[in-house]
């Protein structure tokens, strides 16, 4: 299975830069796998496609401001992505540029600290009010500071690098979905971020049933695929959870033969994970064409980036003929595109 079987063309005016003011305003194309018909609506009418007693399963991952900007000694730029927090102020981290040094300490001055009852200076846990990083491994950094809340403070939301701006304050509320609860995650699970509170509690009202798991979303997401044999690509493990609360209402829903729907890929793997025999630990299941879905009946999802594997899991879902035909009709019509872009159900 050839890498090249996953592309498609996008004009970049399509590629969303800013969320929608209202989260449910976004456009919905509905993408049916039995008959291969496409429909078009707004995401705040989506309930038109649920049934009675259909479970949603929503990712509660919520995405932490790990993008910081810090300086070299001699002055150069150095910009960090927190992957994971290894051990006390310990982080794996992705390093730009590339010839930062192993040893070589980095500064960052704090724009501002939220802990309280003491000085600026005693905030960032040094007597010049800075915090130090020193890169103590490939890919691996060790802060100075006081704790792990003040090295967060110094970051900002972590967009990806096709929204071609800086990261505002905006972002810090419309990145996140209304129900992030769980802290680990460096990208949001953008499916979700069309759901408001009102309307989770008018699907509620209408008989639909909700789930909330866990998959901090990582690395392993948008990691690109770089060998033409996608078969031979490996995903990078991330941690999931399926809550006894979550797990009871699956089981029930599959006893009753109702759909279970998943808000995103990432639920959607977290759900896959789950019912071959896990569901507390770390997932590396990459779901590309040939894949048997055992669980999904349903795919909420945004429109995904050429050659990814997200793209690789809806092709599984919908197959790559009536995916690309769907996509193809999105571009005509001229929906937004990608994290901030607009969303297609398929059923």
């Known amino acids: 299975m050839r890498l090249s079987d996953f592309d498609y063309t996008l004009p970049k005016k399509l590629i969303a830069q800013y969320p929608l003011k209202e989260r449910d305003m976004a456009r919905l194309l509905v993408l049916n796998r039995k ?16 049934q009675m007693d259909d479970l949603l399963v ?23 992505l927190l992957l ?19 040893k070589e300490k980095i500064i960052f001055t704090p724009p501002f600290l939220k802990h309280k009852g003491c000085s600026s200076q005693e905030r960032a846990g040094l007597n010049d009010g800075k915090i130090y990083g020193e890169v103590t491994a490939k890919n691996e950094v060790t802060f100075k500071a006081l704790d792990t809340e003040a090295i967060y403070n110094l970051g900002v939301m972590p967009l990806p690098p096709y929204i071609k701006r800086t990261p505002e ?12 609860k769980e802290e680990g995650a460096i990208a949001s699970p953008t499916a979700g971020l069309h759901f408001t509170k009102e309307l989770i509690k008018k699907t509620e009202s209408a008989g639909i049933n909700f789930a909330y798991v866990t998959l901090h979303v990582g690395v392993a997401t948008f990691k690109p695929v770089k060998i033409n044999d996608i078969t031979g690509h ?37 759900l896959e994970s789950y019912v071959s025999g896990k569901k507390d630990g770390y997932t590396d299941l ?7 879905f055992k669980i999904t009946d349903c795919l909420l999802t945004n429109f995904h980036l050429p050659r990814t594997t997200l793209f690789m899991l809806v092709c599984a879902f919908a197959g790559e003929k009536l995916i690309k ?11 937004r595109f990608y994290s901030y872009g607009d969303a297609m159900l398929i059923v």
């Open 325 to 335: 035909k769907a996509y193809q009709e999105a571009i005509d019509k001229e929906y």
């Open 84 to 102: 994971k927090q290894k051990s006390g102020l310990t982080f794996d981290a992705l390093i730009r540029p590339s010839r930062v040094k192993l």
């Open 286 to 292: 990459f779901i590309y064409p040939g894949y048997k």
């Open 58 to 80: 929503l990712n509660n991952t919520k995405v932490l401001p790990s993008r910081i900007i810090g300086s070299r000694v001699t002055g150069g730029k150095v910009e960090l």
């Open 35 to 50: 008959n291969g018909t496409i429909e078009h609506c707004l995401f705040k009418n989506i309930i038109d496609y649920f």
């Open 234 to 270: 490996k995903m990078e493990p991330e941690y999931f959870k399926i809550p006894q609360e979550a797990e009871n209402i699956i089981e029930k829903t599959r006893r009753d033969k109702a759909r279970i729907i998943a808000v995103g890929t990432t639920a959607c793997r977290a």
């Open 169 to 180: 304050d905006l972002d810090d509320v419309y990145y996140q979905t209304v129900y992030a």
